[in-house]
């Protein structure tokens, strides 16, 4: 059996070698001068997209894809100073791209969801915002999702198209927000008494501004009490469960200091008028039950 290295024309082998050497120089410089000018005009790129107002995730994120679309198009100059059939190697890429562009159309509505995201800016990282049935504070947002850090440190993980297809609910865009606490006091209690004993209580909860000032207004006269509703006002929105929670734990023991009822639901029946006859059967009944203990 003849071995492999007779059959193989070294002579020539190197002769080619030798010639493709140029090909090779030219694309190795190619790539280095596409690296160079996007060193050079990455940081030009990012001062006018900051100019423009744009968030630096979002700037982040263009980066990478500028950087992406640079050497790309590097790599096909080079290959094509190879002698790769550019032509070729695009079509077959275009049709993997179709392919795998319908099978990831979920994940491809998320990072347009995610651009909508960082154009619109309806919430940022840091905000504590309302999603559907999820509150806490944004940690991250990516291409493909926002993160949200829970009040009990758990994570969620919400997929952009969702987060822009529901109603959201911003609680740090305006500065300081009014929390409202509901309490109920019986219909023998006096509200301006109860006014002024919760005003009192609530201005020297921790986290509660004085400007806007506190307030207490009757908003329903309900089946078993008067329902008074609280307005505090706090300066971060990051406070607003804890000086939630200070605010009812207040008004209760306040209002049981003064000896002002709180009262639980209840019903009160009235009889303005019996017939003789129900008596008589009420009375039969209830010897009959003692007749059966």
């Known amino acids: 059996m003849t071995p492999i290295w007779d059959r193989l ?29 996007f060193r ?31 050497m790309s198009f590097g790599i096909i100059m080079a290959a094509g100073q190879l002698g790769i059939n550019v032509g070729a190697a695009l079509a077959g890429l275009g049709v993997v791209g179709l392919t795998i562009g319908f099978a990831a159309k979920d994940s491809l509505s998320n990072v347009m969801a995610g651009f909508l995201i960082f154009w619109d800016k309806p ?12 509150y806490g504070k944004v940690a991250e947002i990516t291409m493909r999702t926002t993160r949200m850090r829970t009040r009990n440190n758990t994570w969620v993980i919400l997929p952009n198209e969702s987060v822009i297809n529901q109603v959201l609910v911003n609680h740090s865009t305006n500065g ?22 919760l005003l009192e209580a609530v201005r020297v909860v921790p986290g ?20 008074l509703i609280i307005f505090a006002w706090i300066a971060n929105a990051e406070d607003e469960k804890p000086v939630f929670f200070r605010l009812m734990e207040a008004a209760k023991v306040s209002l049981d200091a003064v000896g002002i009822e709180i009262p639980f639901p209840h019903l009160q029946l009235f009889v303005d008028q019996i017939q003789d006859p129900v008596w008589e059967k009420a009375k039969l009944f209830a010897e009959s039950a003692r007749g059966h203990v």
């Open 176 to 197: 300081e927000t009014r929390l409202e606490i509901p309490v109920g006091i019986a219909y023998k209690e006096d509200i301006a008494t109860a006014r002024k004993v």
């Open 40 to 70: 050079v005009t990455r940081p030009a790129f990012v001062r006018i997209l900051h100019g423009a107002g744009l968030d630096s995730a979002l700037i982040g994120m263009l980066m990478n894809v500028y950087r992406f679309a640079l």
């Open 123 to 134: 919430f940022h990282v840091g905000d504590w915002v309302t999603l559907g049935d999820h």
């Open 208 to 227: 509660v501004i004085e400007n806007p000032p506190p307030a207490v207004v009757v908003n329903n006269l309900g089946s078993s009490s008067v329902d």
């Open 9 to 37: 024309n070294v002579e020539l082998l190197l002769t080619q070698f030798v010639g493709w050497i140029p090909s090779l120089i030219a694309a190795v410089l190619i790539l280095f001068a596409f690296w160079i000018f």
